[in-house]
């Protein structure tokens, strides 16, 4: 991946590599910045140093900063200022952090690096130094980053992702064939702690294209309007729930120059695509699945038209064939592989797999096993994901196995969400649930059984433990939980009852 970056360097210096807030900088201004932050990184000799923090804003000096690590030897961890000092403590902590990279001062990383002895790098005002991007020693070999997602035990749970890995994302897209080249602009809409990020920010990278990033500033979903129409977005990845909230507006939109909507990180629903690429008459709508542990998608499903639409499960457009280098199989509770339109676990073994959780081996132990395909035993991941494949081999998405879902894009655990409002107060049934509404609209409830006390300190609780969008947006009390036949809360029942309750 940094072989392409360097090529398109060299290719296009004076071509713009980012937009930011309006403002406009060059390859070879983000060369220059790379170059400086890493000058610094080095100057500071910190040893054994495997992986750097990064405190994601939406700025230049933040992206510089991701090149900059990796071009140091070390692969990034991105961090959010905004999150409960208690989760960045752990996530440093988990990742042996050494330094943090920064845009600008902020009391709650300072206090974090003062809390864990980490030395604190701003890299607004470093001095110049001369352009050097050279491959560090065995950089096939190192980590690219680790992206911390929610944990059922309230523990962050790390998913490394090799430079191989991304090399690979980077070389399966390039495969598909599209019309993509030095003069695309895409629109990179994603906090870095999200894998999309990933994809938004280092494929254009590669071929000399244009990142356009979306503001942060107010509503984030009319912002993404915005930058498509003033920016001239030809490349758009989103999340579903983006044009979910932008339906209403569709008969305004008018996107001739849009190449491609790629869609990923929840299903994509059959209708509102279809209105979608109504706005956008000479795209292409690209259904794109995976999970994180398989650097962000490694399956396509392109729509050229309605009739690729029309394919659906449940309502949802199909999620299409593997990409190159990865195989697909669907397996039945005993990890036995499962024949054409028969519904089971989604298994992915791939060149973008990552080696494993980040110093976890119970939880390696239950997510990858061994499978022959084609007379030689490869890695598989059990992605929890329902699916099934039909006759012509496209593969539909057909829901969760366990609780863990998609909000905003971002995958939540809501067992990490039960287990904190468990520890404040001190009830044992608790269940965290995602209510769609009519809109189409997702919203996060949490039910406690029987707990007769004022909300507001439980909900202020949450905001110091968890990231904002993990924090539910109603919290009711119910006189007694469901039970199924096995003695567990019937989460099925308590579900059905989110239409009720979502109405009060």
């Keep these: 991946m940094l072989n392409r970056f360097i090529n398109a360097c060299t290719q296009f210096p004076d071509k713009t590599a980012f937009v930011i807030n309006g403002n406009s900088f060059t390859y070879t201004q983000l060369s ?13 000799n910190i040893p054994e140093q495997k992986l750097i923090g990064v405190v994601a804003e939406d700025d230049f000096d933040t992206y510089a900063s991701l090149l900059a690590a990796m071009f140091s030897g070390c692969g990034y961890v991105p961090l959010l200022s905004h999150n409960p000092i208690d989760r960045n403590e752990s996530i440093a ?47 096939d070999e190192q980590l690219a980053y680790i992206l911390f997602t929610s944990g059922s035990t309230g523990v962050p749970k790390g998913v490394p992702i090799t430079m191989k890995n991304l090399e ?46 979306v503001s942060s ?47 990923c990180g929840e299903a994509l629903i059959a209708d509102v695509a279809k209105e979608w690429k109504q706005c956008s008459p000479n795209g292409v709508v690209v259904n794109a699945y995976g999970p994180t542990e398989a650097t962000v998608f490694c399956m396509m499903y392109d729509c050229h038209d309605n009739m690729n639409l029309n394919k659906t499960y449940n309502g949802s457009v199909s999620i299409g064939k593997a990409m190159l280098n990865t195989d697909i199989i669907v397996v039945d509770e005993n990890l036995k592989a499962l024949p054409s339109n028969e519904k089971g676990e989604l298994c992915i073994t791939s060149a973008q797999l990552t080696p494993g959780y980040w110093k976890d081996e ?17 890695t598989f991941y059990r992605s929890g994901d329902l699916a099934l494949y039909d006759d012509e081999g496209d593969f539909m998405f057909g829901g969760r196995l366990d609780y863990q879902v998609k ?19 001190g009830v044992t049934n608790t269940a965290a649930l995602v209510y769609e509404t009519e809109t189409g609209s997702q919203m996060l409830y949490l039910l406690l059984e029987n707990y007769e006390t004022d909300f507001t300190p439980l909900k202020d609780f949450l905001a110091t433990k968890v990231p904002h969008y993990m924090v539910p947006s109603k919290i009711f009390s119910l006189p007694s939980f469901p039970f199924n036949n096995n003695g567990k809360v019937d989460r099925k029942v308590l579900q059905n009852k989110l239409k009720e309750l979502g109405e009060t």
């Design 168 to 213: 690979a994302l980077i070389q399966a897209f390039l495969a598909l064939g599209y019309s993509v080249s030095e003069n695309d602009r895409f629109m990179q809409m994603f906090e870095l702690t999200f894998d999309f990020s990933v994809f938004t920010t280092f494929a254009p990278l590669c071929i000399g294209a244009s990142v356009h990033t």
């Design 407 to 425: 909000l905003y894009g971002f995958r939540v655990e809501l067992g990490e969400i039960e287990h904190h409002a468990r520890t404040f107060s």
């Design 362 to 378: 119970e939880k390696n132990k239950e997510a990858f096993f061994k499978h022959i395909v084609n007379g030689k035993e490869k």
């Design 217 to 263: 500033e107010g509503i984030k979903f009319a912002n993404v309007y915005t930058t498509l129409e003033e920016q001239n977005i030809t490349f758009a990845a989103m999340v579903p729930s983006v044009i979910n909230y932008l339906r209403p507006y569709f008969e305004e939109m008018n996107f001739e120059n849009l190449k491609y909507s790629l869609f």
């Design 93 to 139: 902590e988990l990742a042996d952090l050494k330094l943090i990279l920064t845009p600008k001062k902020d009391e709650q990383i300072e206090t974090l690096c003062s809390n864990k002895n980490l030395t604190l790098l701003e890299t607004k005002s470093l001095s110049q130094s001369e352009i050097d991007l050279s491959l560090p020693l065995n950089y």
């Design 32 to 44: 220059q910045k790379i170059s400086d932050i890493r000058t610094a990184i080095f100057s500071l």
